[in-house]
């Protein structure tokens, strides 16, 4: 499948390094979303709760719970599982994270820009 307006976030072995990452590939002055590693499987999500339409993170890439274990939404306190999305514990207790399509070349990694625009 081709890529429309391929979008690189980053190399795998950046990301590998930062744990977990956000991105504003719009450059719209706020991380539209976040990638990460998990399981040896690259994930990334739209950096927007679902419980209410806010940004996640309590200051940049910091996305994951106190025990690193869950992503977090600190507005809300939601817990989210990393390699699925689902919120585990609170507000929106059942509902995912939205997931944004990777692709791996040449040891980076791609988003399509159009995906994220739709989102």
């Avoid at 719009?26 to 976040?34: E, S, T, V």
């Avoid at 950096?47 to 993170?57: L, Q, Y």
């Avoid at 929106?92 to 070349?105: A, D, E, N, P, Y």
Wanted: with cysteine; glycine share 6%; charged share 25%.
């Amino acid at each position: 499948m081709a890529l429309q307006r391929p979008f690189r976030l980053c190399s795998l072995a950046e990301l590998h390094a930062s744990e977990v990452a956000g991105f504003d590939p719009l450059a719209q002055g706020k991380d539209a979303l976040l990638a990460l590693i998990c399981d040896e499987q690259v994930h990334a999500y739209l950096n927007r709760c679902p419980h209410e339409p806010v940004t996640m993170e309590y200051r940049k890439d910091k996305f994951l719970s106190g025990k690193r274990q869950h992503i977090m939404c600190f507005a809300h306190g939601a817990r989210f599982e990393k390699d699925t999305g689902l919120c585990i514990h609170g507000p929106c207790l059942g509902k995912s994270l939205q997931r944004i399509t990777t692709h791996i070349q040449d040891g980076d990694i791609y988003i399509d820009l159009e995906e994220l625009i739709q989102a």
